[in-house]
């Protein structure tokens, strides 16, 4: 009984790893060190004193770079419906400006706006202009609308003289002038002060409106005083009247009592 157990402990010591078990020839170990020094990757870095103050002016200035990136999108995002706006006038600018033609100072659908100086609006428009000076801009087929307290008129011309600066505007050739108020003129010329509102004329001009017929040499109309004056010799026929007035003189239409007498 006792041999038995002997002899199955010395079997287990056996099985048991040997040093002589791990055991290389020197060659081997030789071909192992050299295959650790060709992998880099078992090569660690040791940082320098220049590379740990490059690490730490990285940090210093992310420090100072994250904030402020965070700072500027949120901006982005507050200021994005101005920006958008902005850039949805400026593509209907340049929808606009696709629809006209600039040749040799030669414009077509040309659109001029403007305030008088009791901070109305009033726009001019044409189908043909030319620059033909700094000032000056020569208009073809022109239509002027001057806006009034309550009240409008339109104004439109075969030809026509804009003057920037100045804010006049000359027209002639077919000029006819419609008010709000009913009455449409036709004449020969028409001079037109935008700045002040006032129209005026000096050539027979044929108006129709609510008081009737009227045939005059000339107009004085002034949009921010609600004034229409006819000047010159006139004939005028009221909606009330059964014949036609007689033509009257340029002394007789001076006289207020003379020109409204029936």
């Known amino acids: 009984m006792s041999e038995g157990r002997e002899t199955g402990s010395k079997g287990a010591d056996d099985r048991r790893p040997q040093r002589d078990d791990f055991a290389h020839s020197p060659n081997r170990l ?96 044409a189908r043909l202009t030319h620059q033909t000076g700094p000032d000056r801009v020569e208009l073809t087929d022109p239509e002027a609308d001057i806006f009034m307290d309550g009240g409008w008129a339109d104004v439109r011309a075969e030809h026509g003289v804009y003057m920037q600066h100045e804010q006049t505007l000359n027209l002639r050739d077919h000029v006819v002038l419609y008010r709000d108020d009913g009455t449409l003129m036709n004449g020969v010329t028409s001079d037109i002060d935008l700045k002040q509102s006032v129209l005026a004329s000096d050539d027979w001009v044929h108006a129709e409106g609510p008081f009737g017929v009227l045939d005059a040499q000339g107009y004085f109309i002034d949009q921010h005083a609600g004034l229409l004056q006819f000047t010159g010799p006139q004939r005028v026929i009221r909606n009330d009247d059964q014949s036609a007035m007689p033509p009257q003189s340029a002394d007789a239409a001076a006289t207020p009592d003379t020109a409204s007498r029936p």
Do not use: C
Not at 32 to 59: K, Q, V, W
Not at 92 to 105: D, I
């Open 30 to 125: 030789q071909m192992l060190r050299e295959a650790m020094g060709r992998d880099p990757s078992r090569n660690r870095h040791i940082p320098t004193p220049a590379d740990l103050a490059r690490r730490r002016s990285f940090l210093g200035a992310a420090k100072w770079a994250l904030p402020t990136l965070a700072l500027l999108l949120l901006g982005s995002i507050a200021v994005w419906p101005e920006l958008s706006r902005l850039v949805n006038e400026n593509r209907a600018a340049m929808r606009e400006m696709a629809k006209m033609k600039v040749e040799s100072g030669n414009m077509e659908g040309a659109i001029y706006r403007g305030l008088d100086e009791h901070g109305r609006p009033y726009m001019i428009t």
